[in-house]
């Protein structure tokens, strides 16, 4: 988690990373703690102005107080300057899909809710008439109540396959794998027999190209 203060403490208001008045209530460990104030956790009563001193307290051995660069407001993608938030998490067996369905490292995660993007400055190479294009996986309307369209759109003539999984890994819909022509094709999907939640939606082309997004079902 990347837990970041961003008030600063005043006579009248302290603010923390982690403010607990328990000491049992939670266990904390692999985070990043960032705040403006002087201090940076509060914990049963006592605080503590850095991540030495909680350290120190038996908390939080793996964790780092570094502030994150995201790509921007709304896409919270770490940038290549995040160097030290690198690889820093700890592997959730469950959590196999950042936020926006990006993979996720099963051993050493990326702190935060998605995995890093690429070099800033990188440039997409030129795509040519000759060259086929990326496969894409898009979803409308996500969330979705009932149904939504999913469109794949493919270079070149592929087979594809669509799994669907929830959010403990287990597939819970597979529509059958079939050979689609070049271009955009739409393919409805009805999540009547689905409860609510978060699920990932992931597309084999040609057995081994992989593309997934997070979706949503809301009731």
Not at 16 to 36: G, H, P, R
Not at 43 to 58: E, I, P, Q, S, Y
Not at 62 to 79: E, G, K, M, Q, R
Request: net charge negative.
């Amino acid at each position: 988690n990347i837990l970041y203060n961003s008030k600063a403490s005043t006579v009248y208001a302290k603010h923390y990373a982690i403010y607990s008045t328990s000491t049992t209530a939670i266990t904390t460990n692999y985070n990043d703690l960032i705040t403006i104030s002087p201090n940076v956790v509060y914990w049963g009563g006592t605080t503590f102005l850095n991540l030495g001193l909680w350290k120190n307290a038996t908390r939080d051995f793996n964790s780092i107080a570094l502030a994150p660069v995201f790509v921007s407001a709304s896409d919270l993608h770490l940038t290549a300057v995040n160097v030290g938030i690198d690889n820093k998490g700890s592997g959730v067996y469950s959590t196999l899909y950042d936020y926006d369905g990006g993979p996720r490292s099963a051993t050493t995660p990326d702190i935060g809710c998605d995995e890093f993007v690429s070099l800033p400055g990188f440039i997409e190479p030129e795509i040519t008439d000759n060259e086929a294009l990326e496969p894409t996986l898009s979803i409308y309307p996500n969330p979705m109540s009932t149904y939504a369209m999913i469109a794949i759109t493919l270079g070149k003539d592929s087979q594809v396959g669509l799994l669907v999984y929830n959010v403990v890994g287990e597939l819970v819909y597979k529509h059958p794998d079939q050979n689609l022509q070049a271009g955009t094709t739409n393919i409805e999907f009805n999540s009547n027999n689905l409860p609510a939640g978060i699920y990932i939606c992931k597309m084999v082309v040609n057995g081994e190209k992989v593309v997934v997004k997070r979706m949503e079902i809301i009731r």
